[in-house]
């Protein structure tokens, strides 16, 4: 059997994969066939304002411009006085996605005889790149709240107490290289099709262009939301093809470095992307002082090559196998289907995923007004 591989590990009841209240994260675990993954398929988008104002429209929408080979891009620029931050202590859970749903639910294909969703899981498509990356994490521990309703399983990040700790206590210069990515996106970025980046402008990190998708991952019905930094210009080539997930990166000065690049960035830039069908990172090589000194493209569907020759590498089959894995794992635990019921999952390096049950307690984050509309 194609996972036999599995009963390797434990001859107890307790590890049987199949009953077991507990997951094991080990990557030998999940090297099997690369399961099915059906081509993510854009539903709908929608736009976060200058004042995070939700609209269910393409408003935010960026367009990508090619830049100069050797670009000299000053991130630094701009941090003191042209930088307006979202207020990251304000939790906004899944809502801009439910949100969405109440607007699209119309076209949206429903279950028969039901005006249940036709999905498995509703999440952010960050929350599945932490999943995908999970077997080779060493260093981040999380936290997700798992909710049935309606036979649909809504997952949504709790913030870590080690999160929140190192988010209160940033220091200076981290804050600074936070600021530089989104300065980035403003040099490559314009607000219409014919037009031209505009760096004397403000960054303000409240706006967002999100997609939605559908897709399958083996039998599971997933719809998920990711932020799209830009799309290309041509309009012939439609969602989610034309769009750019634009990254920085140190400068690689040395064989150790681009080795490290391989083995822990292109992880989380191929998980990232992977998941909803982008198909290229544009990346912003930066020196010490945070100027851009060169830009490159990594195709999505070349990064395997890239990493072939890396020893002790990751590999795209463990990530998806292991998620594949866990969306089974929650099937199987959170069975009472009730918008104030949370199944609270748990993982933290060199350990299983666990979980604890939780009712009408401050981890529940379906809103009322999503239940009502969806009718409870
Ligand atoms: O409540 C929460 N715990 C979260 C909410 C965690 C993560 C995201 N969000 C929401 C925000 O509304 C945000 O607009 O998700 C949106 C982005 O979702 P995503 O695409 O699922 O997240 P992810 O793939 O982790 O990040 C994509 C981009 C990042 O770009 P880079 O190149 O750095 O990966 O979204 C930005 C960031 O620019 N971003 C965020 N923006 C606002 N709030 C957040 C965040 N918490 N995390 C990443
Ligand atoms: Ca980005």
Redesign the pocket.
Known sequence: PRNHHQWQSGSTPEQNPLTSQTLSTRKELYERDFPLYKQPVEVGCFS?DAQRRFFNDGRQMRYYVEPDKNPNFDLRDGYEDRYVK?D?SV???LD?ILRWILANRLKLKSKASSHALDFDFVT????L?KLLTTPYETRDGWLLAVTKFKDTLYI??V?TEAARRDRENRPEWNHKMMYW??KFEQYMCADNAHGLPDSSGVVN?NE?F?TVVQTRLTDHKLLF???V?CRDKDPSVPPPACYV???TSAEICTPKQRSNFHRFKLLKWWA?SFLPGVPRVVAGFRDRDGTVVSVDTFPIAKVSQLIKNEPNCWKPTVCMNFTCDFLSFLKRIATEDNPSVVYLVSWEPLKDVTYSVHRDSCFSFLPLWYVEAMGS
């Not at 952010?124 to 929350?127: P, Q």
């Open positions: 976060l979202r990251e939790k906004e859970k801009h952010w498509r960050g929350h790149t949504s990040e913030e990515g989104y990190t967002a999100c939301s990711g932020e930094d997930e634009l990254k990232q």
